[in-house]
């Protein structure tokens, strides 16, 4: 297909499809994950074809053999229309063990959908979020994280093009494909939007045919962002979507779980090493969304207002290395936790990579925060070499980076260590 943006996602998908019979795509409505796989496949069968649905519908629920005839690799667009071709092609696989990269299967919410057996070893699970700022050609890519994982001496400082401005769009825009198509500012907002309200009105009752409440959804996603990237806890969360709207706490853990479902809450979890009492260390998850933009809309938040709201401007910008971070290591497993303990040590993020390697983060949006940024991580570096000479026998691995991803212009190595690289210079 033609303008095709590449995405991280496209290596790891042939990857999987090197290794698997076939490979499942979730992700959030809007992310990309028709059109990336439709890059990849050969035959496409979309389900949702008004055309051609009912013939699909027939043959999967009486023939489905049929629809595997196609010229492979195929895509089986929001399969969870058709539940029967999951054990379909779970069947070919276990036939055809020999081949890999047949099928590619498609759907917002096909985790809600109940097969009779799982796919593992069969089907690969693959979960897309919204395009980076890299992949939207928003940074400049010029720091590579894994480079720098791999050989920190290869840093070499440079400018990002992005200004506070440019940071405070791409934030409210977010990471959705669709935004790169339209020539507007108002209408790549707009889109957003639109997915904000889908979500509300549509998305959470069509999940699994149960009907739910449209101001509640909203009520509980305004509650999210107005605590986003915070350690507010659950009680916390509801005790506020309660005083909105009244809703039990029943249905409110039943609409979080939904909306999780949907991929649309994401939150972070807590990394807990033995370097403190386990008292003295959070483990609460981080408040997070997909994308910085839900939060945005359900704040009633604009470019411009956010300009003269730094507090939680910094919240969502949060949000936004959050993601990018998640997208720029996925092609080395990263996984992204937390550090904050009642002393005041922190690390906004803690990368882990599936080698074992792994960076403290923090993320500073100006350039007075920097050196707190800086400090915190240090202070947790010490303390891993405090608890290795204390317990030679089980040392801790000390972390292979120390970064402060900020909104500022300039990248640096300080003295101390720790890289300061500009969100709009990364890239995976």
Not at 43 to 63: C, G, W
Not at 191 to 210: G, P, R, V, W, Y
Not at 254 to 259: K, M
Not at 340 to 366: P, S, T
Request: overall charge neutral; glycine content about 6%; proline content about 4%.
């Amino acid at each position: 297909m033609s303008n095709y943006k590449n995405r991280v996602f496209d290596e790891i998908l042939k990857f999987r499809m090197n290794v698997f019979g076939a490979v499942l795509i979730s992700g959030p409505k809007g992310c990309g994950k028709t059109r990336t796989a439709s890059e990849q496949a050969k035959t496409i069968i979309e389900f949702q074809d008004e055309e051609k649905r009912d013939y699909y519908l027939q043959l999967v629920n009486n023939y489905p053999t049929k629809l595997l005839e196609g010229e492979k690799p195929i895509l089986f667009d929001e399969w969870q229309d058709a539940p029967k071709i999951w054990g379909t092609i779970r069947k070919y696989c276990d036939d055809h063990p020999e081949e890999v990269g047949s099928f590619i299967l498609t759907g917002s919410s096909s985790n809600n959908v109940q097969t009779p057996h799982t796919g593992t070893q069969r089907i690969s699970e693959l979960e897309m979020i919204p395009m980076s700022l890299f992949e939207m050609g928003d940074s400049t890519g010029q720091i590579s994280l894994i480079d720098l994982f791999n050989n920190p001496d290869s840093f070499i400082p440079c400018e990002s093009k992005m200004n506070i401005d440019d940071i405070v769009f791409s934030i409210c825009k977010g990471g959705w494909p669709k935004t790169i198509v339209q020539k507007g500012d108002k209408e790549k907002l707009y889109i957003a939007k639109d997915l904000f309200n889908q979500t509300c009105k549509k998305d959470m009752s069509a999940l699994d045919k149960i009907k739910r409440n449209p101001k509640w959804v909203s009520a509980i996603l305004k509650s999210y962002s107005r605590n986003i990237c915070t350690l507010a806890n659950t009680k916390t969360i509801y005790q506020d979507v309660y005083l909105s709207c009244g809703m039990s706490e029943s249905t409110f853990y039943e609409y979080i779980n939904a909306l999780e479902r949907l991929c649309i809450i994401k939150d972070v979890n807590a990394w807990s090493p033995l370097l403190r009492s386990k008292t003295n260390v959070r483990s609460t998850p981080k408040r997070n969304l997909i994308d910085p933009s839900i939060a945005a809309v359900a704040l009633g938040a604009s470019p411009e207002s956010l300009k003269n709201d730094f507090n939680t401007l910094g919240f969502l910008f949060e949000s936004l290395c959050i993601r990018d971070l998640t997208a720029y290591s996925s092609k080395n497993g990263g996984e992204l936790s937390y550090y904050r303990d009642r002393y005041g040590v922190e690390a906004d993020c803690v990368l882990h990579l599936d080698d074992g390697r792994y960076a403290l983060i923090e993320i500073k949006l100006g350039n007075n925060q920097i050196d707190e940024g800086a400090k915190h991580l240090c202070e947790i570096e010490k303390l891993i070499n405090e608890f290795n000479q204390k317990y030679p026998k089980n040392k801790m691995p000390l972390p292979s980076l120390k970064l402060v991803i900020t909104g500022t212009r300039f990248s640096e190595k300080r003295e101390d260590g720790v890289f300061v690289i500009p969100i709009g210079c990364l890239k995976d």
